[in-house]
């Protein structure tokens, strides 16, 4: 089955790549070196590399779209390695009869319950103000495997989204999607009715997420606007989760903020973790920014966030420039008493052939009143060098230094190169 699918990919890749009449992407290759310590006084230093490719082959309304990642340590042997990763390989056709697009493959799924990557097909049909999407397929194997997840019914993902805006400045949509996964089996010791020890096959049934949500948007432009959403359950017939988020923006220079939350932990169904006691959070937010001019702007929050048997606040205070950000964050209650001051300035020379940036951070923190207090340095320099539009190097050194870390100091380097070619080779 999987060497079948192998075939088939790379033959409808080859055909596109002959018919095609625009070819474009990205790739980038980079370095990222760190030190990895085993014990408190035994490290290895890693050097991991990035080899990354987005392709596109384009023929009018069909493409066929590709994101490969090939990653290695150069400094470590590590299990694994090299690791060919297949993030996206799909074919995709838009504005079949005014009214569709199909892609089919290995694609991304924008979800905030279940999002990631799937091999599968994606329907989308819409027409004027309303929209109808669904899809079906299997979930991707461990490490992006150019590999079909075999028996689908235990590992298949499945949903749908209706969308309407049909209703002037509303927007609804309703949603399902059903997930299934199965973990993988493995032995045990266990103790025989003679208490004597034996290996046990564990079979876990597949784990499973279904839920139904709901989503109801209202706008007025430059005036008034709240998003609210509502995901609830299925599977332990109980609310997940309900989030608001709405702002005001008819006084001059001035935004005013609310953010409100409502959450059960997301628990898969016929997990151990579903025995376990635990409780809901809510958590609520105001906030406000102020354009002083065209360079100065400031901005605060304040927020609370209720646990079982407790609560925590957090403040935000921010000040936002042409030149770079301030901001000062305090949390103190059951999450942590913590304050944290952050520095950052980037600025563009050359008309974007030099473009230096600099962050730096101090913060103090403590897991509880009656916990030790953590200090903690942070500072980020880079620089990105851009000669052509089309190719740009990153070049970027991190430090930090803390109880656990000291003098950690991590290096990364990136290059970009942007193509689009016309190309007809039959």
């Keep these: 089955m999987n060497k079948k699918f192998f075939l088939i990919c790379f033959g409808i890749f080859g055909l596109a790549f002959l018919q095609a009449q625009i070819i474009n992407g990205r790739f980038s290759s980079s370095i990222y070196s760190f030190e990895r310590f085993d014990t408190p006084t035994t490290s290895a230093n890693s050097i991991r590399s990035f080899q990354m490719l987005n392709l596109n082959i384009n023929q009018d309304n069909v493409s066929l779209r590709s994101y490969f990642n090939l990653e290695n340590d150069f400094a470590k042997e590590m299990q694994n390695d090299p690791r060919f990763r297949f993030y996206n390989l799909f074919l995709e056709a838009r504005n079949l009869f005014d009214i569709a697009t199909v892609k089919l493959g290995r694609q991304p799924l924008f979800n905030s319950i279940a999002g990631g990557l799937f091999d599968g097909v994606n329907l989308d049909l819409k027409n004027e103000d309303f929209k109808l999407s669904g899809y079906y397929g299997g979930n991707v194997p461990a490490y992006q495997k150019f590999e079909l997840t075999e028996n689908w019914s235990d590992n298949f993902i499945a949903g749908g989204k209706f969308t309407t805006e049909a209703i002037e400045n509303f927007r609804?949509?309703?949603?399902?999607?059903?997930?299934?996964?199965?973990?993988?089996?493995?032995?045990?010791?266990?103790?025989?009715?003679?208490?004597?020890?034996?290996?046990?096959?564990?079979?876990?049934?597949?784990?499973?997420?279904?839920?139904?949500?709901?989503?109801?948007?209202?706008?007025?432009?430059?005036?008034?606007?709240?998003?609210?959403?509502?995901?609830?359950?299925?599977?332990?017939?109980?609310?997940?989760?309900?989030?608001?988020?709405?702002?005001?923006?008819?006084?001059?220079?001035?935004?005013?903020?609310?953010?409100?939350?409502?959450?059960?932990?997301?628990?898969?169904?016929?997990?151990?973790?579903?025995?376990?006691?635990?409780?809901?959070?809510?958590?609520?937010?105001?906030?406000?920014?102020?354009?002083?001019?065209?360079?100065?702007?400031?901005?605060?929050?304040?927020?609370?966030?209720?646990?079982?048997?407790?609560?925590?606040?957090?403040?935000?205070?921010?000040?936002?420039?042409?030149?770079?950000?301030?901001?000062?964050?305090?949390?103190?209650?059951?999450?942590?008493?913590?304050?944290?001051?952050?520095?950052?300035?980037?600025?563009?020379?050359?008309?974007?052939?030099?473009?230096?940036?600099?962050?730096?951070?101090?913060?103090?923190?403590?897991?509880?009143?009656?916990?030790?207090?953590?200090?903690?340095?942070?500072?980020?320099?880079?620089?990105?060098?851009?000669?052509?539009?089309?190719?740009?190097?990153?070049?970027?050194?991190?430090?930090?230094?803390?109880?656990?870390?000291?003098?950690d100091f991590r290096f990364f380097f990136k290059l970009n190169y942007w193509f689009n070619t016309n190309l007809n080779l039959l």
Excluded: C
């Design 172 to 407: 609804f949509a309703l949603s399902y999607i059903n997930k299934n996964f199965k973990p993988q089996d493995y032995y045990a010791l266990r103790l025989d009715e003679n208490l004597n020890p034996i290996n046990i096959l564990i079979e876990n049934n597949s784990n499973q997420y279904q839920f139904a949500s709901a989503e109801v948007d209202y706008s007025l432009e430059n005036i008034f606007s709240i998003d609210t959403r509502f995901d609830y359950d299925l599977n332990f017939q109980t609310a997940s989760k309900f989030e608001a988020v709405g702002r005001y923006s008819n006084i001059e220079n001035l935004g005013l903020n609310v953010y409100y939350n409502y959450r059960q932990p997301k628990i898969r169904y016929n997990s151990i973790f579903s025995v376990f006691d635990y409780g809901n959070t809510q958590e609520i937010e105001l906030g406000a920014d102020y354009k002083l001019n065209d360079h100065l702007s400031f901005l605060g929050r304040v927020g609370n966030v209720t646990y079982k048997d407790d609560n925590s606040q957090r403040i935000t205070l921010g000040l936002i420039t042409n030149y770079g950000t301030i901001n000062y964050r305090k949390n103190l209650g059951y999450s942590g008493e913590l304050d944290a001051l952050s520095l950052s300035t980037g600025y563009t020379f050359l008309d974007g052939f030099l473009t230096p940036s600099l962050g730096i951070a101090f913060t103090s923190y403590k897991l509880s009143e009656t916990e030790e207090k953590n200090n903690l340095t942070t500072l980020l320099g880079g620089v990105n060098i851009r000669p052509w539009h089309v190719l740009s190097f990153d070049l970027q050194g991190q430090f930090m230094n803390n109880e656990i870390y000291k003098n």
